[in-house]
């Protein structure tokens, strides 16, 4: 049976369709060779990011030769800081470098810095087949905070929940100014032809209960109701990362339309606690994906089996890993356009 690829945003309003829609996080990117082809040309990642030619391009790359229903537009959560006038950069085997911030006087919504982002959707939108939908994203509040005032990626951010917890004050302000930057990028990526909008909190797991509330839910129930009064008809997924219980709470009360659940949130738990309350998305292991092909296809098969009844897109737990043999992700999609719940 051949996929309906339409079908991505109408996962959000019908309960079983056959095949499930599908994408997957970082689709466009390292584990392709047309991607590290022009990547080899190009100075620096942000480069790449804010040359909209080039944005375009690699983000078409996985549809073209995969054909997912949903294509993400190539770009980063940090530009978000960046056009607060936070200097960003990117260093291999680093990762992301941030100037850390210890004051609030220097953030200034800079909407001209992500102009070449806007204009990078415009030209993918046309380019895509009419039934591929266009995702738009953002970092989420809390993570984008992380980077901000540690200066550079950690497993644990106790610096900044050290500071949060000292100074709530100073970081809630920070996180208010966040989130009507999200809410401003997120429009705009609409306005520029994104069809959904995807939220990414990738550091929520590091925080307990309390703070996950006052951090996480909070901030992004008022990102989404700010959202949704320019843009009502707009879906919005969270991915609040490694949350354990927390997606549970996340999912009543933030008003999101879905949510990415990682790779160890139990599909039996996720069909009966999370889809009554909204879409769910997600989430085979993407250590799996890269490493075990016969072994992908059965638990993709589960995955379908488990939760493609209810509303639901599948994708990964986490983005695809650089290592992941292309074959790996071809046999994947081909079994996704096939399979039915």
Not at 76 to 105: C, M, N
Request: aromatic content about 10%; overall charge neutral.
């Amino acid at each position: 049976m051949k996929s309906d690829l339409k079908s991505l945003r109408q996962a959000f309003t019908k309960k079983n369709f056959g095949n499930p829609p599908f994408w997957f996080m970082r689709q466009a990117g390292r584990y392709l060779p047309e991607y590290r082809a022009i990547r080899a040309d190009v100075k620096s990642f942000l480069t790449m990011c804010y040359t909209p030619s080039l944005a375009s391009e690699v983000t078409l790359q996985p549809i073209r030769r995969f054909g997912m229903s949903g294509a993400i537009i190539f770009s980063d959560i940090l530009v978000i800081p960046d056009a607060l006038g936070v200097r960003v950069t990117f260093e291999e085997k680093k990762g992301p470098l941030l100037t850390p911030v210890t004051s609030l006087d220097g953030l200034h919504w800079n909407n001209e810095k992500l102009l070449p982002v806007y204009e990078a959707l415009r030209l993918t939108k046309a380019a895509l087949p009419e039934e591929t939908t266009l995702i738009g994203f953002a970092g989420a509040p809390w993570t984008l905070a992380c980077y901000m005032v540690q200066g550079q990626s950690d497993q644990a951010f106790g610096k900044v929940r050290d500071i949060a917890a000292a100074d709530p004050v100073f970081f809630g302000k920070l996180i208010e100014i966040l989130s009507e930057s999200v809410v401003k990028h997120c429009v705009a990526q609409v306005e520029a032809g994104a069809e959904v909008i995807q939220i990414f909190d990738s550091w929520a797991g590091v925080l307990d209960e309390q703070e996950f509330k006052r951090w996480v839910i909070e901030p992004t129930k008022s990102i989404v109701s700010a959202f949704k009064k320019t843009c009502p008809h707009i879906p919005v997924i969270g991915f609040p990362r490694n949350a354990r219980e927390g997606y549970l709470s996340y999912a009543r009360e933030t008003g999101v339309d879905g949510i990415n659940i990682d790779y160890t949130v139990s599909l039996e738990w996720a069909a009966d606690a999370l889809q009554d309350i909204c879409l769910v998305q997600g989430n085979l292991d993407p250590v799996l994906l890269a490493e075990n092909k016969e072994a992908t296809l059965a638990e993709a098969r589960r995955i379908i089996s488990m939760l493609a009844k209810k509303p639901f897109i599948f994708n990964l737990g986490h983005g695809i890993l650089p290592h992941t043999p292309v074959e790996h992700v071809q046999a994947l999609c081909d079994l996704l356009k096939n399979e039915t719940a």
